[in-house]
Structures are given as C-alpha cells and as structure tokens.
C-alpha cells in the first residue's frame, strides 16, 4: 500500500479490526485477518501494536469516540440544559440504531476478555473508559449549561454508565425501538431531575 504515517497504520488496523470482529467476531479476529483486512503485512501488525490488548484496546477506545464526540458537539452548543442532555442522548442512541454491529461487539470484547487469563484487566478497562466518557460528559453538561449536580459527579457517571450499558444491551437483543426511545425519554427525565442550581446563583 502507499506510504503512509505509524499514526495513519495503526487507525486503520483498528477500523480493519472492527470490521472483521463484527463479521466473524471476536475469537476469529486473528491479526492475520487484521492485516488482510487492511491489506497490509503481519510485520506492520507488530510494528503498530506491541499486543493484541493493545489493539483491543484500541478498538473500544475508537468505538467509545464515535458515540462521544458527537454528544459532546451537542452538549457544547447553545441550548438548555434538557435540549443538551437529551440531544446529546440522542445522538449516541441515533449511533446504536444505525451501528447495531459495532455496538454488538463491546459486549462480546467484554465476554472474550472475561474468558481470556491474557485479557484479565481488558474488561476492567473498557469499563473504565465508559466511565471516563460518560464523566466527560457529565462534566461538560454542568460547564455549559452553568449547573452543578445534586450528587456525586462520580456516582453519576457510574448511574450514567449503567443506564445507557443495560438500555443499549437490552435493545440490541429485544429489538423494540419504539420502548427503547421511551426508556430513553426516562433516562433523560431522571439525569435531569438530578441537576442542582448555577453555583453562581
């Protein structure tokens, strides 16, 4: 292939990555079918990454970016607090109903970790880099909108987390749409609810 960057390499291993894991899954991910993906060779595999955990790694991070960063657009424009909360809701949902597969996949990484002894701290942190995201966002809901919460920004996060982890899992194995969104609604009415007063007030 042309000559490009380590940098450029290693994003698109990580997108080789996703595809393949979301098609044959997990266990069949094997880095020569990563690199066949992306056509390229097994030495810039390891060129690129010192592990398969890494990739992993990788893989969720990357995943974990495609849902935030739009949220974070959402949550950093103008608007109310409740326009922000549920935008930014939205827009991760929007992601899950159109990038079932991709979704589908963080569970079975979760899963295959688990199972792995290689893997033992893999499932340890991709959770916490939902919590990181998900208190990256709480964070940036209270800056913009000018409010403080009324619990701590920690235990919201992990509520955060587990809301939108269990409403993702149950509607990708339900499959209900409509009950998914007004669960959702639920959500956003209760993270709401929670929001104190401007600390300047």
Same mark, same amino acid.
């Given at each position: 292939?042309?000559?490009?960057?380590? !940098?450029?390499?290693?994003?698109?291993?990580?997108?080789?990555?996703?595809?393949?894991?979301?098609?044959?899954?997990?266990?069949?991910?094997?880095?020569?079918?990563?690199?066949?993906?992306?056509?390229?060779? #097994?030495? @810039?595999?390891?060129?690129?990454?010192?592990?398969? +955990?890494?990739?992993?790694?990788?893989?969720?991070? @990357?995943?974990?970016?495609?849902?935030?960063?739009?949220?974070?657009?959402?949550?950093?424009?103008?608007?109310?607090?409740?326009?922000?909360?549920?935008?930014?809701?939205?827009?991760?949902?929007?992601?899950? #109903?159109?990038?079932? !597969?991709?979704?589908?996949?963080?569970?079975?990484?979760?899963?295959?970790?688990?199972?792995?002894?290689?893997?033992? +701290?893999?499932?340890?942190?991709?959770?916490?880099?939902?919590?990181?995201?998900?208190? +990256?966002?709480?964070?940036?809901?209270?800056?913009?909108?000018?409010? %403080?919460?009324?619990?701590?920004?920690?235990?919201?996060?992990?509520?955060?987390?587990?809301?939108?982890?269990?409403?993702?899992?149950?509607?990708?194995?339900?499959? !209900? %749409?409509?009950?998914?969104?007004?669960?959702? +609604?639920?959500?956003?009415?209760?993270?709401?609810? #929670?929001?104190? @007063?401007?600390?300047?007030?």
């Amino acid at each position: 292939m042309a000559r490009v960057s380590a !940098d450029e390499r290693r994003r698109l291993l990580v997108q080789a990555a996703i595809r393949v894991m979301a098609r044959d899954g997990v266990a069949q991910a094997t880095t020569r079918s990563i690199v066949a993906e992306a056509d390229m060779s #097994l030495g @810039t595999f390891h060129y690129c990454f010192r592990s398969k +955990e890494e990739l992993l790694e990788q893989v969720i991070t @990357t995943i974990t970016s495609h849902t935030l960063a739009p949220a974070l657009e959402v949550i950093e424009s103008s608007g109310t607090l409740e326009e922000k909360l549920r935008g930014g809701l939205a827009s991760y949902w929007q992601h899950v #109903l159109d990038n079932p !597969d991709e979704h589908r996949l963080t569970y079975e990484l979760t899963q295959y970790a688990t199972r792995n002894p290689a893997l033992a +701290e893999f499932a340890r942190k991709q959770y916490r880099s939902y919590l990181d995201a998900h208190t +990256e966002v709480i964070e940036a809901l209270g800056a913009s909108a000018g409010v %403080t919460w009324t619990v701590d920004e920690a235990v919201l996060a992990r509520y955060v987390t587990a809301i939108v982890d269990g409403l993702t899992l149950l509607y990708l194995n339900e499959g !209900d %749409t409509e009950m998914a969104g007004a669960a959702i +609604e639920l959500a956003a009415a209760q993270i709401l609810a #929670l929001a104190g @007063t401007s600390p300047t007030a």
